[in-house]
């Protein structure tokens, strides 16, 4: 199995085609264990809460879909905040 950490393109969309617009209730950033990208990108739509509409996990537009390799530096690899 291999792991995947998926991130919403909020900024990168225009508003009327922004599935992120409305930052409440929504998930921003997944890591998920999966055979390939297309399964992590679908077990993350499953989870998906406010921001299902569209299936903005499955489509690269809106998200996006990295493998993380076991290799790297010691660190926080995931904090996603949304502060008010």
Known sequence: MKLWLLKARAEDLPNDNNPWKNPYDKN?????????EDHARQLAQDVAVDESHGSPW????YSTCDELSRDGSEGVLLIDHYGS
């Open 58 to 61: 499955l489509y690269a537009k």
């Open 28 to 36: 921003f950033s997944l890591v998920i264990r999966a055979e390939s």
